[in-house]
């Protein structure tokens, strides 16, 4: 800090100091924008991170796999995971059909963003808007970023750089060295070939900005029963009387690749679970500011409290105190229920610390924010 000295007079007998106040800056944080407000710059800049990530290779991992490929297996196995405890032939969903369905996926979000920084330094995860369909279709959905969208049965997609192969003379200046096309590894292509795959017949969707703003606010009131139990709920499975075009209804629409249990394989996973963290990120600060003098964990109902749904507590990894598969840190008596090559495709997370429901409560503390649509 820079000080100007002042005048001073003879009368002054005392020396004068002046003390440089040091300037504390907060840390800076991420910021994810709407996909359709991104610039071209931002939208290249992303799409070259995917596709690199897709072309490094996995450490570890079968011939032709990349760590993309990686994050696709790790959505897969999630759903079938053995746990210390659990009878032999069980296995637990850590990241969907329950209330942890939120803080997981938010964990993976965090994971894959820091990857494609290593890949292209400042690379943000984009979000989809589902309630601002033209933009979407105008702006997402088009060769020049993720490529068009299909009617009817599932089949490649037939523009952008998510083709495979891709032909040079489309290839970007940033395109890998001796990579032929973004394709879908054979060990997670669920029947819809190596190719990227899109279609689907029928799917309602969008949902209006009403139907949004409502799942935003939503709050139902019951007794022994916390409102994230209904607004989890709506957020992934939908919900008639709210609306039922929310997660798995996004999924749907896209259809192909995205419909599976490997859905990852197309980036628009990405944008649409953005969303879906988005969405709930909004609900939580609506609700922290309705309840003055809250904490985060306020908002998240406590490991002891019975499901409305099913009566019986959230099954381990959904509890707040619960760590989350695959961030389990050096926990043994864990283990997943997929095939043994897919297995091999693992990322190895075993050397990093045991990661919390509760600990992805606090976006702020977690380094990112969301910019709202339009800005």
Request: aromatic share 10%.
């Amino acid at each position: 800090m820079r000080t100007t000295a002042t005048h001073m007079t003879a009368a002054h007998t005392t020396a004068a100091r002046i003390t440089a106040v040091p300037i504390t800056r907060e840390p800076a944080m991420d910021t994810r924008k709407s996909a359709a407000d991104l610039t071209p710059a931002e939208r290249d800049a992303f799409l070259e991170a995917v596709v690199r990530l897709k072309h490094r290779p996995a450490p570890g991992g079968p011939a032709g796999a990349g760590v993309y490929d990686q994050f696709v297996a790790l959505h897969g196995a999630v759903m079938a995971v053995t746990t210390p405890g659990l009878p032999p032939g069980e296995t637990v969903n850590f990241a969907h059909w329950d209330i942890g369905f939120c803080a997981w996926h938010r964990k993976y979000l965090i994971e894959f963003e820091k990857a494609l920084q290593a890949e292209v330094a400042g690379v943000t995860l984009p979000y989809w808007d589902w309630s601002r369909h033209t933009d979407a279709v105008n702006k997402l959905f088009r060769a020049d970023f993720l490529g068009s969208l299909r009617a009817g049965s599932p089949g490649p997609v037939t523009d952008g750089v998510l083709r495979d192969p891709l032909p040079p003379a489309e290839r970007p200046a940033w395109w890998p060295a001796g990579a032929e096309g973004f394709p879908v590894h054979p060990l997670l292509e669920e029947g819809f070939g190596t190719s990227l795959a899109r279609g689907s017949v029928g799917v309602g969707w969008p949902p209006t900005a009403a139907q949004t703003t409502r799942l935003e606010q939503l709050v139902i009131q019951q007794p022994g029963v916390h409102p994230l139990w209904y607004f989890w709920l709506v957020l992934e499975q939908g919900h008639d009387q709210i609306t039922s075009r929310t997660h798995n209804r996004g999924h749907n629409f896209i259809g192909g690749h995205m419909s599976g249990a490997f859905s990852p394989n197309d980036p628009v996973f990405w944008l649409h679970h953005a969303n879906v963290d988005r969405l709930w990120a909004n609900w939580q600060k609506r609700r922290q500011a309705a309840v003055p003098g809250s904490t985060h964990e306020d908002h998240y109902p406590p490991g002891s409290q019975l499901s409305p749904f099913t009566g019986s507590q959230a099954p381990p990894g959904h509890r707040p105190d619960d760590a989350m598969w695959p961030w389990v840190g050096g926990a043994t008596g864990f283990g997943v229920s997929v095939d043994s090559a897919v297995r091999q495709l693992l990322p190895d997370y075993s050397g990093t610390p045991a990661v919390t429901v509760k600990e992805m409560l606090d976006l702020d503390a977690l380094g990112y924010r969301y910019a709202p649509p339009g800005t």
